[in-house]
């Protein structure tokens, strides 16, 4: 981390986990645990506990986030969120772009750039995700990828907007796998995207955006990792489902 110049975010995902009310359990749990926590905290919760979630979060330092969200206002989309909706619900946070997302429903890099345009122009705050396969790694094609994919994702967005931007660096082959990227392999790819954002923006750009590493960060593996200057926070799984651990996390992140 390079906390005199750009802010350590923490957030959880947690992708299809809790009922409500187990939501607003686990969020009682973790706010005595994070509330003296020197970085942005964060948990993107699944839609149906976005209310209870924000109502559980209120008077904490915890920030509430939604998983993900539709490029169009509204329309003939069944199952679809809207970014207007998000903000109406009080959502701060959304990801946009997930592995999971792109690959079991079809994100390409053009929907990404799209969810993350609507969700900036709707006063959200983005965490937008990044990475590539083992075998891609294995062909030498990382900072190809990581670079083309961050330039897509970003297309369209300003300068100013760029403020509202967390990229999330996601070795696909490290998540929800327990396989963790070594610190500097993480520091290596998390380098890459701050690359593509100065070739996009410039040096002053990219020495003040957060990027997160988004692998099976964990309690036990989050010192070393944020330790490590292009890691910045992290992009947390199964870890942010339990409060103990979560807050070790977060605790790593304010040192």
């Known amino acids: 981390m390079k906390k005199e110049a ?20 686990l969020i009682e749990e973790m706010k005595p645990l994070v509330k003296d926590a020197d970085c942005e905290v964060v948990l993107c919760v699944p839609y149906v506990d976005i209310a209870a979630a924000v109502e559980a979060a209120k008077g904490s330092n915890i920030k509430i986030g939604a998983e993900n969200v539709h490029f169009k206002a509204s329309g003939a989309y069944t199952g679809e969120i809207s970014a207007e909706m998000l903000t109406a619900s009080g959502v701060e946070y959304v990801i946009v772009g997930h592995s999971e997302r792109r690959t079991y429903f079809g994100e390409t890099d053009q929907t990404v750039n799209l969810r993350t345009l609507a969700a900036l122009n709707a006063g959200l705050k983005v965490i937008v995700c990044v990475g590539k396969t083992l075998e891609q790694r294995e062909l030498g094609y990382t900072e190809t990828l990581l670079k083309y994919q961050t330039k897509m994702a970003l297309t369209g967005v300003t300068a100013e907007q760029l403020k509202n931007v967390v990229i999330a660096y996601e070795p696909v082959w490290a998540i929800g796998t327990g396989v963790v990227a070594t610190d ?6 998390n380098g890459f995207v701050r690359a593509a954002v100065a070739e996009a923006y410039g040096e002053a750009a990219a020495e003040a955006i957060t990027v997160q590493y988004g ?9 070393g990792l944020l330790g490590k200057v292009n890691v910045d926070g ?8 339990k409060a103990a651990d979560f807050s070790v996390i977060v605790g790593a992140a304010s040192k």
């Not at 500097?184 to 790819?189: H, L, R, V």
């Not at 992290?234 to 489902?241: F, K, W």
């Open 6 to 25: 750009r802010k350590a975010v923490i957030a959880g995902n947690w992708k299809m986990n809790k009922t409500p009310a187990e939501a607003a359990a």
């Open 184 to 189: 500097d392999q993480a520091d290596e790819g």
């Open 215 to 223: 692998g099976s960060m964990n309690a036990k593996n989050a010192e």
């Open 234 to 241: 992290g992009l947390i799984g199964g870890a942010s489902l």
